[in-house]
């Protein structure tokens, strides 16, 4: 239960963080958006091989 906590919070400050970096190197939200939609797909991915 801790680690899940854990990874939540580390993800509350790793999401808002990486939008702004990507956000200031390309002057655009868009490609914070899809680092985020592709880190949501991995995560989808993992959950099946993680729960077996």
């Known amino acids: 239960m801790a ?8 993800g509350g400050y790793v999401g808002p963080w990486l939008v702004g970096v990507l956000k200031d190197s390309t002057h655009s939200y868009a490609a914070g958006m899809i680092a985020m ?16």
Do not use: T
């Not at 680690?3 to 580390?10: D, P, Q, Y």
């Open 3 to 10: 680690l899940i906590n854990a990874v939540g919070s580390l």
């Open 37 to 52: 939609a592709a880190l949501m797909m991995v995560a989808a991915l993992l959950c099946p091989v993680l729960a077996a």
